[in-house]
C-alpha cells in the first residue's frame, strides 16, 4: 500500500517508495556560495568575542558580554569522533547557538582524584570548534548513573545504589569532584590557549545531571552511605531542636518502622529516614508528618547547601566566570516536591529541567532503542496540550533552561516540535532548549543501532521532521518575532510550606488536579482554588520561594482558555491553541503559520497569510528573513514539514497499555521516506518576485510559479522540499 497522498498511512501500512512520499538524501553539505538559507550571521562571530554571558538586572534572563538578550536555539551533542570544524558550521547554519556537552569526568582507572583525560579532550576540542563558530557551550561533567567510580576507591559504599544521591552528602566523594573540575576547567586549553574557567565560550556549567535526595533512587541508599545520611540527619535535628533529646520528644516516637529505615539511634547521633514514599502522602498523625517536614527540609537544605558550595568552590577558588546551574530532575511527586527541588538551585544563578514529549514505548530496548516487535502509542502533543515540555512554573529572578528535550522517536508527529519550542519559548521567556541529542557530524539516517537487528538509537534529533524544522523556527525565535508575554499566575510559597509538601496553586505534572487534596493548601494564600494547568500556554507562570503567600495572584484565565471549545490563546493574542481540532496558530507581524492537523482545520488565515492543506498533518511557518514585517519583507522563508519513517517501515495495530497503539512489524531501513506536501501559501506581498525551492543545505534547486492577484501573491508548495525562499 502506498502512503496517501494526502497524508499518513493508516496503521498497518508499508511504507515504500512512492508518489505519496519522497526519499530524503541530501548532498553533502559543502556550505558553497550562494546558499539562501544559513543562519551562521545570527552569531557572533567568535563565542564570547564580547565577554561571558550574563543575567540581566532582574536575574531572569540571559544577556551577551555586551549586554544584548540572548536567546539560545540549542542541543545536545556528542559528536566527538567526528569533523568538529565541520560539524559546528553544519549546526550552526540551521541556526543553533548553544551546545551542551554531557560528559563524563569520572576516573576510568583506581585513582578517584584523577579524571578521565579522553573525555576532557573531547570537551576542549568541542569548546574550540564550537567557539569558531559562535557557539557558546553548556558543560555538563557528571552523571551518576554513568560514574566510573566504586566505592572501593575511598568513598561510601552506598550498598550497590550505582552512586544515586551520594555526591549532595559524602564529603570524600565531594572532594574527588572538585579534583575533577580543577583539573578540567583550570589547566590550559591546548586548542584554544586559555582554560576553560577564563573563556567565555563556555557560558554555563551545569554542577549534576539528573540526581535528587527528593527522588526515588534514595530509597535505595544502604550501607556506610545511609549512616552517614542518617548522622547529618541527627546533626540537622540537634540544630533544629537544640538536642536530639528535644528532637524526639517534638516527634514524639514518630518514626521509620524497622521494614524501612528504624529504630533511631539517637546514642550514637543517627536520625532514621522515612522512605521516599512517606514524604509523598499526608498520613499519619501531626507528629509523624512534622517529622516528615523535618526530613523534607533536611534533604532539600542539604542539596542547597552542596549546590552553593560548589557555586563558591568554582568562583572563588578556580575563578569561574561561567553561570552555574546546579541540576535538572524531578522528584517522586512534583505536585508537592517540585518546587523544593527548585528552590534547591537557587544557590546557584540558573535554573533547569529535563522534560520530553513522547508516548508509551514498550520493548525489550526501549530505553535507547526502537526495535522490531516493540509497541508504541503515536500522539501528536496538540490534542494533550498540558504535556507540552515548556509548561514551566519559572523561579522568578532566575533564567530558566531545558537542558534535555524533544518529540522522541517513536513518535510521527514531530514536525509541530520547533513550532511549538519557538512558539512558547518566546511567550514564556524560557531561557534555553535543548534538543535532545546528535552524535552525527550533519543528517542522520535510520539505520542500524546495535548491528545484529533493524533498529534505530531513540534519542536522537538530526533528522528532516526535527533539525530540518529548526531553521524557521529559530529564526523566529532568536529574532524576537514573537512577543514574550506578562506573567498569568505568580505564587509566593513560605519555606515551611514546601517542606509540609502543601498543595501549590499551580504544578507542572501532567495529572495535576488544581483543586485536588484542598486540606493540603496554605490557608493564607489569597488564591484559594487551584489555578488552570492550561495557564502555561497563557503566558509566564512563575514562583517566588520564601515569599508571601498573601500576595499570590493570577488573570482572570477565563479570557483566554475555552474550555467548550477546547481551545487556548496566549495572553499576547499571537498564539491560538485548539486542543479539541488538534491545531496551533501563530499570528505575528514578521512570523505566522500553523502546526496540526490541517486537512480538517480547513483554510488557516492570518493577518498576511493564507494558508490551505491537504494533508491530514502538517507544520507550515511563514518567517521573514530580513527582520521586516512580512507585508512588506524582501526576503521570506516558508518551511513545511509533514512525517517520515524509514523506507519499508511497516506496522500493525496493537494494545499498549490498554490503549489503541502499534507494534512495529519491521523498522525498516535508509533513507528517511517523508510524506509529501501538499500546501498551497498565498501572502499579501505585492513586491515579491521570485520562489525558489531550496534543498536541505539552502541551495537554490527549483524555480516556483509564484501567481499575483489583487495585490496578493500565491503558489504551490513543492511536494518534495522543506523549504522555499520568496524575494
Not at 240 to 254: D, F, H, I, M, P
Amino acid at each position: 500500500m502506498l502512503a496517501a497522498l494526502a497524508g499518513w498511512p493508516a496503521r498497518g501500512a508499508d511504507i515504500i517508495q512512492g508518489e505519496g512520499t519522497w526519499d530524503f538524501q541530501p548532498p553533502r553539505d559543502e556550505f558553497a556560495p550562494g546558499s539562501l538559507l544559513d543562519l551562521r550571521g545570527l552569531n557572533e562571530k567568535v563565542a564570547g568575542v564580547h565577554g561571558f554571558v550574563r543575567r540581566s538586572a532582574d536575574g531572569g534572563d540571559f544577556l551577551l558580554g555586551d549586554g544584548r538578550p540572548a536567546r539560545f536555539w540549542a542541543v545536545n551533542d556528542n559528536s566527538f569522533d567526528k569533523d568538529l570544524a565541520r560539524h559546528a558550521r553544519f549546526l550552526a547554519k540551521r541556526g543553533i547557538n548553544m551546545v551542551r556537552f554531557h560528559c563524563n569526568i569520572t576516573p576510568s582507572g583506581n585513582d578517584l582524584l584523577a579524571i578521565d583525560p579522553t573525555d576532557r579532550d573531547r570537551l576542549w576540542k568541542g569548546v574550540a570548534a564550537m567557539k569558531k563558530e559562535g557557539i557558546y557551550v553548556t558543560y555538563s561533567p557528571y552523571w551518576a548513573g554513568a560514574s566510573r567510580t566504586k566505592p572501593a576507591m575511598g568513598y561510601l559504599d552506598d550498598g550497590g545504589n550505582h552512586n544515586w544521591g551520594l555526591l549532595f552528602f559524602d564529603p570524600k566523594l565531594q572532594a574527588a569532584y572538585k579534583s575533577w573540575l580543577k583539573q578540567v576547567l583550570t589547566e590550559k586549553n591546548p586548542y584554544t590557549g586559555v582554560a576553560l574557567a577564563q573563556d567565555p565560550a563556555l557560558a554555563v556549567i551545569q554542577i549534576q545531571n539528573e540526581d535528587s535526595l527528593l527522588f526515588w533512587t534514595t530509597q535505595g541508599i544502604k550501607g556506610e552511605a545511609r549512616k552517614e545520611l542518617r548522622r547529618q540527619f541527627g546533626a540537622f535535628a540537634a540544630k533544629k531542636y537544640t538536642s536530639l533529646e528535644n528532637a524526639r520528644k517534638a516527634w514524639q516516637g514518630a518514626a521509620p518502622s524497622a521494614d524501612q529505615d528504624g529504630p533511631d539511634e539517637f546514642a550514637s547521633g543517627e536520625a532514621a529516614l522515612f522512605i521516599v514514599w512517606e514524604l509523598t502522602q499526608h498520613r499519619g498523625n501531626a507528629r509523624q508528618q512534622q517529622r516528615c517536614a523535618d526530613q523534607m527540609q533536611f534533604l532539600t537544605e542539604t542539596m542547597r547547601h552542596f549546590n552553593g558550595m560548589i557555586g563558591d568552590y568554582l568562583k572563588n577558588e578556580l575563578g569561574c566566570k561561567q553561570l552555574v546551574n546546579a541540576g535538572n530532575w524531578r522528584t517522586a511527586d512534583n505536585v508537592t516536591m517540585l518546587d523544593a527541588e527548585r528552590w534547591s538551585y537557587t544557590g546557584n544563578e540558573v535554573a533547569a529541567v529535563n522534560r520530553y514529549y513522547n508516548g508509551v514505548h514498550e520493548g525489550a530496548n526501549n530505553g535507547w532503542a526502537i526495535c522490531n516487535g516493540d509497541r508504541f502509542t503515536d500522539d501528536s502533543v496538540l490534542l494533550r496540550p498540558r504535556e507540552l515540555p515548556l509548561a514551566l512554573k519559572q523561579v522568578a529572578g532566575f533564567p530558566m533552561m531545558i537542558t534535555e528535550s524533544s518529540w522522541v522517536p517513536p513518535l510521527s508527529y514531530q514536525s509541530e516540535g520547533p513550532f511549538l519550542v519557538a512558539a512558547y519559548q518566546s511567550l514564556t521567556g524560557v531561557d534555553a532548549y535543548f534538543w535532545f541529542a546528535t552524535g552525527e557530524e550533519g543528517w542522520r539516517q535510520p539505520g542500524s543501532a546495535n548491528g545484529f537487528m533493524p533498529s534505530e538509537g531513540k534519542w536522537v534529533c538530526a533528522t528532516p521532521m526535527l533539525m530540518g524544522q529548526w531553521p524557521a523556527a529559530a529564526l523566529m525565535y532568536r529574532l524576537g518575532y514573537i512577543r514574550q508575554g506578562k506573567p498569568v499566575v505568580s505564587e509566593q510559597r513560605p519555606l515551611a510550606d514546601l517542606w509540609q509538601r502543601g498543595m501549590p496553586v499551580i504544578a507542572e505534572d501532567a495529572g495535576y488536579d488544581p483543586n485536588r487534596d484542598q486540606a493540603n493548601r496554605s490557608k493564607e494564600s489569597n488564591v484559594k482554588e487551584g489555578v488552570n494547568p492550561l495557564a502555561f500556554l497563557v503566558g509566564p507562570v512563575v514562583a517566588k520561594y520564601g515569599g508571601d503567600e498573601t500576595q499570590n495572584w493570577a488573570v482572570d484565565l477565563t479570557q483566554f482558555i475555552d474550555t467548550q471549545h477546547k481551545t487556548i490563546r496566549s495572553e499576547t493574542g499571537e498564539i491560538t491553541w485548539n486542543y479539541g481540532q488538534g491545531s496551533c496558530k501563530l499570528d505575528t507581524p514578521k512570523a505566522q503559520g500553523v502546526t496540526g492537523f490541517l486537512k480538517a482545520a480547513g483554510v488557516c488565515r492570518f493577518t498576511d497569510v493564507e494558508i490551505r492543506s491537504a494533508n491530514d498533518y502538517a507544520t507550515v511557518l511563514v518567517v521573514a528573513m530580513d527582520n521586516q514585517p512580512l507585508k512588506n519583507s524582501g526576503k521570506i522563508l516558508v518551511q513545511v514539514g509533514t512525517t517520515e519513517r524509514p523506507l519499508g517501515w511497516k506496522t500493525k495495530p496493537a494494545s499498549v497499555s490498554g490503549r489503541a497503539g502499534e507494534e512495529v512489524v519491521s523498522f525498516g531501513h535508509a533513507p528517511w521516506m517523508i510524506v509529501r506536501a501538499d500546501v498551497e501559501i498565498t501572502i499579501a506581498n505585492p513586491a515579491l518576485k521570485t520562489a525558489r525551492a531550496l534543498d536541505a543545505n539552502g541551495m537554490p534547486v527549483q524555480a516556483i510559479s509564484l501567481k499575483s492577484l489583487a495585490g496578493r501573491k500565491t503558489f504551490k508548495f513543492p511536494p518534495q522540499a522543506l523549504y522555499v525562499v520568496l524575494q
